[in-house]
């Protein structure tokens, strides 16, 4: 019994080695290639941190499905989404960042490691971690939009609007996201309709005067979406106006398709074991800091900031991680 018991030791000391043996060793892990990412790529490159960047389902992240970005300092003409992304991946690997396609699937920071698995199976063992992951589109958990994605029903009116040119679609949302994309639409639309749960939209003065001042965006103040109909492509929407009032009632729309703006969740699921996050999934950072409640994991951009949520923003985030890290590790040395 004892002897068996020491070959099974045998055993697993020869597969722990053999694991070992394939763990790659890195001193800085980017997760995620928004803007956030690689602006830390760039900083911790420039302080031979040797970052390796790990890109995600989106590289680029959202900006990749957004028109123009006018108010990103230093474009005096503005710049496309996706134009700009690719400018940031260059900058990147132009000092050296290591940037590979792959998806984290799962990661343990316990008892101090930060080891992190790439699509399952290459796992990292890095010295230093920061998590730029981003946000993801928020949809309204009904029955029949799953039944529609991809088929009338998206959550990028910058990717999916070209198939709805000269036809009638609607937008759900009262933030800027929602107008934004209502006035995008109505460029090349026949009619948007902009689906607005309460009185009033949310949205910035600036953007609320854009859909005011557009004819063919109609708002529907305090309407509720409660399915959206079809067969095997979307034709409506039925909506509940004033709901949960004497005179509620129901409505119905003809639409071709149908377009989520209702905020995002941030991308920290792999990380909630271990990293502190809010009630909502943002992760929780020392203020004034990117550094989260693990040492040597860092946090920047969308996925920790329920507040600015803009490019630049995230972009200066990521910077801080970067510096962040920079001093961890110096102060390992
Ligand atoms: P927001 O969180 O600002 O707005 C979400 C909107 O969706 C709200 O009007 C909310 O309604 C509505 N909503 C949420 N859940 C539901 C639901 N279940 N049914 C119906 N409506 C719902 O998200 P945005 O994506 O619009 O904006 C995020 C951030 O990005 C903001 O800070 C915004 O300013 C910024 N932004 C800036 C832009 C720019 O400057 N060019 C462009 C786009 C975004 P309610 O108001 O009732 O809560």
Request: with cysteine; proline share 3%; net charge negative.
């Amino acid at each position: 019994m004892e002897l068996f018991k020491t070959m099974g030791n045998i055993d697993d000391n020869n597969h722990q080695d053999k694991l070992d043996e394939n763990v790659e060793k890195v001193k800085c892990l980017i997760i995620g290639s928004g803007p956030a990412g690689y602006t830390a790529a760039i900083y911790a490159a420039r302080a031979n941190l040797s970052p390796v960047l790990i890109q995600g389902l989106q590289p680029g992240g959202q900006l990749t499905t957004t028109t123009d970005v006018d108010n990103f300092p230093g474009y005096p003409e503005g710049i496309s989404g996706p134009e700009m992304m690719e400018d940031l991946r260059k900058q990147a690997e132009r000092f050296g960042t290591d940037i590979r396609w792959g998806m984290v699937t799962s990661v343990d920071f316990s008892n101090n490691k930060r080891k992190v698995i790439v699509d399952n199976k290459n796992q990292i063992e890095a010295e230093s971690v920061i998590i730029s992951t981003g946000a993801d589109a928020r949809y309204l958990g009904i029955e029949s939009e799953e039944k529609f994605k991809g088929s009338g029903v998206s959550a990028c009116a910058t990717c999916d609007g070209f198939f709805y040119k000269g036809k009638n679609v609607a937008v759900v949302g009262g933030g800027d996201t929602a107008c934004e994309e209502s006035v995008y639409l109505a460029g090349m639309c026949k009619k948007v309709y902009l689906i607005v749960r309460k009185n009033y939209l949310r949205a910035s003065k600036a953007m609320q005067e854009k859909v005011a001042n557009t004819p063919n965006i109609e708002t529907l103040f305090e309407h509720n979406t409660k399915e959206v109909t079809g067969d095997k492509v979307v034709t409506g929407l039925t909506l509940i106006k004033r709901k949960g009032e004497k005179d509620e009632q129901e409505v119905k729309i003809n639409i071709d398709g149908f377009f989520l703006a209702i905020g995002h969740v941030p991308n920290s699921k792999f990380f909630k074991p271990y990293i502190d996050t809010d009630e909502v999934g943002y992760i929780k950072t020392i203020p004034g800091t990117t550094k989260t409640n693990v040492e040597g994991v860092f946090a920047a951009g969308d996925v920790q900031d329920p507040h600015y949520r803009q490019a630049i923003t995230s972009a200066g985030s990521g910077c801080m991680a970067a510096i962040d890290a920079e001093r961890y590790l110096s102060s390992k040395s």
